[in-house]
């Protein structure tokens, strides 16, 4: 497949890629790769995820992942830790779950009660069960082009992208921000993709000309609309993983402090500049728990020696 998406600029309004439909389709075909992988080889994918306190965001996220893990045919496994809990109780878990034959993909939802030292945490996590991607080791696999497990939110950008546009070879890709969670493990799989790989931070001097210059743009700060319409090439694909909250539009609304959510790229603008792009929300975010169903299924077939299927939205 080529490139055809960046041959012409817009001449209208963006195509809006659908983030929720995006995985919507990916999670069906993830659980027929789960169907065929118990009828092949009596194998059950699972999915472990940790949570320590009762932060009302991180519980909300924890019950989505279990619910969409079972949708799947997965088994979930859930452990809720007290607020108080102590490192070295949280480490005893996660060698525990290390060894557990049953469970293949191993999270820590993030945040952690500010005791508890993060870096530690997720490095005693297994590599092979890491479905996060943030261990040191699958960082250098990813980084070298070895098979990893990649974290979810950039998988999901590449994937996404991957739908939009097709082939990615010789196109210039600009990432915005250089965390290890999403700009650089995204930098990564665009040059894998075979992109002409530019990395934005902080220091980075004339931004809105780096923009000018990029097929693809991933939108990954958090500050709210920073990137404005008319620093963006006409024609550009934009992935915005921003999430960020603002005063709601609605002077009176905002008064009693209601909010709304918004990307990284100021989407009114952006979208008659752009050929394609992902809105906030219904993008880039619906992808993430899906991508880690996928890292699940994949770290489950290396664990047991099976080939992972081939899975994805392209």
Not at 159 to 176: C, D, F, K, P, T
Not at 180 to 208: E, F, K, W
Request: contains cysteine; proline residues 7%; hydrophobic residues 45%.
């Amino acid at each position: 497949m080529t490139n055809t998406a960046l041959q012409s600029p817009a001449l209208t309004a963006a195509r809006i890629i659908d983030g929720k439909a995006s995985a919507s389709i990916l999670r069906a075909r993830i659980k027929n790769a789960v169907e065929g992988l118990k009828e092949e080889h009596k194998l059950v994918p699972g999915l472990a995820v940790v949570l320590v306190g009762e932060d009302p965001a991180s519980a909300l996220y924890v019950r989505n992942k279990g619910e969409q893990t079972k949708e799947v045919g997965m088994n979930s496994f859930t452990h809720r830790l007290v607020e108080t809990t102590s490192q070295a109780d949280l480490t005893a878990l996660i060698d525990a779950l290390n060894e557990d034959p049953s469970v293949h993909g191993i999270l820590v939802q993030l945040p952690l009660p500010g005791h508890i030292d993060s870096d530690v945490v997720l490095s005693r996590v297994s590599p092979e069960k890491d479905v996060d991607g943030f261990h040191v080791v699958n960082a250098g696999r990813l980084a070298i082009g070895q098979p990893a497990l990649t974290p979810c939110t950039p998988l999901g950008c590449k994937l996404l992208l991957e739908q939009a546009i097709g082939s990615m070879r010789g196109l210039n890709a600009l990432v915005i921000g250089r965390s290890n969670i999403v700009g650089r493990p995204m930098a990564q799989l665009l040059l894998q993709a075979d992109c002409t790989v530019t990395i934005a931070h902080r220091y980075s001097r004339d931004l809105p000309e780096l923009c000018r210059r990029a097929d693809i743009i991933v939108a990954a700060v958090g500050r709210p609309e920073m990137i404005r319409g008319d620093w963006l090439k006409p024609g550009a694909v934009i992935i915005d993983v921003g999430i960020n909250r603002v005063p709601s539009k609605n002077p009176e609304a905002a008064k009693l402090g209601k909010t709304r959510v918004v990307g990284d790229v100021a989407f009114d603008e952006a979208v008659t500049q752009a050929s394609q792009i992902t809105p906030v929300p219904g993008g880039v975010g619906p992808m993430t728990i899906a991508c880690l169903l996928f890292n699940t299924v994949n770290a489950a077939c290396r664990i047991a020696g099976v080939t992972p299927p081939a899975i994805g939205l392209s």
